[in-house]
């Protein structure tokens, strides 16, 4: 597989991991939570953590990914 090859799939992938965050942080906005909390044994307490633990891990997902590119796109073989 060659490195363009390699960075065109991390480039897919990217580009589905912003789409699914900009969903996630579009719905946080309308979640009641997202500006107080008001009540942690409600199941929109919980509907609301979940929701934020998924925006964490696509964040970091993204990260990840952006690293690695980075690393793919200065990678010189000796």
Not at 10 to 30: C, G, H, S, V, W
Not at 58 to 65: H, S
Request: some cysteine; glycine content about 2%; overall charge positive.
């Amino acid at each position: 597989m060659t490195k363009e090859t390699i960075l065109k799939q991390f480039r897919y992938q990217l580009a589905q991991r912003q789409e699914k965050l900009k969903k996630l942080e579009a719905t946080m906005t309308q979640h009641p939570y997202a500006k107080a909390i008001t009540n942690i044994t409600s199941p929109l307490y919980g509907d609301y953590i979940v929701l934020k633990g998924a925006i964490m891990r696509e964040r970091t997902y993204i990260d990840w990914l952006l690293e690695c590119m980075n690393e793919i796109e200065h990678f010189n073989k000796n």
